[in-house]
T-cell receptor
Framework: DAGITQSPRHKVTETGTPVTLRCHQT?????MYWYRQDPGHGLRLIHY???????DKGEVSDGYSVSRSKTEDFLLTLESATSSQTSVYFC?????????????FGQGTRLTVV | KQEVTQIPAALSVPEGENLVLNCSFT??????LQWFRQDPGKGLTSLLL?????REQTSGRLNASLDKSSGRSTLYIAASQPGDSATYLC??????????FGKGTKLTVNP
């Protein structure tokens, strides 16, 4: 299994509070991604990174920000959590751009916003 | 815009049966197609990656085929076992570093 660790694995938070999810990889892969998985929508890309300090938006980026200060860590921040951000969040990594390489996923973080 | 469809949404078979899961995509301009397995409450496990220049890939009892021109891929599982019960997802490149996923086929293999 690819060395990807997501933390926390579960979190319950209140509406309006900031939340940060962490993805840590030991594979030294350049590309890292955050997806969310919701019933009826499948998995959707939030943000991605193509290198340290290089990030870009995905299709559902509103309300989220990311940072990557080291190759191994990719942080996803919900600045002010809303109930619509209740979801399961997955981090993924690959060593080449998405279309050219296999993607490996972490175990997910289940976030509940109450 | 790339869209991925998986049919059927759910499938229940007796143990030992050979089965086929289907995946179709609307834009044939893909670089690769990837099949994943997801167990309840777990992450995604990569099963097979088929490059656009390939027509099939095999891993153990799994065989995935790709027909870019028709926008279709199939995942063939031979001699199914209860441990194969999971949701199977296919995904293709959707541009801008995005994997576009189907909604999955939930497979149940009954002992």
């Amino acid at each position: 299994d690819a060395g990807i660790t997501q933390s926390p694995r579960h979190k319950v938070t209140e509406t309006g509070t900031p939340v940060t999810l962490r993805c840590h990889q030991t594979e030294n892969h350049r590309y890292m991604y955050w997806y969310r998985q919701d019933p009826g929508h499948g998995l959707r890309l939030i943000h991605y990174s193509y290198g340290v300090k290089d990030t870009d938006k995905g299709e559902v980026s509103d309300g989220y920000s990311v940072s990557r200060s080291k190759t191994e860590d990719f942080l996803l921040t919900l600045e002010s959590a809303t109930s619509s951000q209740t979801s399961v969040y997955f981090c993924a990594i690959s060593d080449r751009p998405t279309g050219l390489s296999e993607a490996f996923f972490g175990q997910g973080t289940r976030l509940t916003v109450v | 815009k790339q869209e991925v469809t998986q049919i059927p949404a759910a499938l229940s078979v007796p143990e030992g049966e050979n089965l086929v899961l289907n995946c179709s995509f609307t834009d044939s301009a893909i670089y690769n197609l990837q099949w994943f397995r997801q167990d309840p409450g777990k992450g995604l496990t990569s099963l097979l990656l088929i490059q656009s220049s390939q027509r099939e890939q095999t891993s153990g009892r799994l065989n995935a085929s790709l027909d870019k021109s028709s926008g279709r891929s199939t995942l063939y599982i031979a001699a199914s076992q209860p441990g194969d019960s999971a949701t199977y997802l296919c995904a293709v490149w959707g541009g801008s570093e995005k994997l576009v996923f189907g909604k999955g086929t939930k497979l149940t293999v009954n002992p």
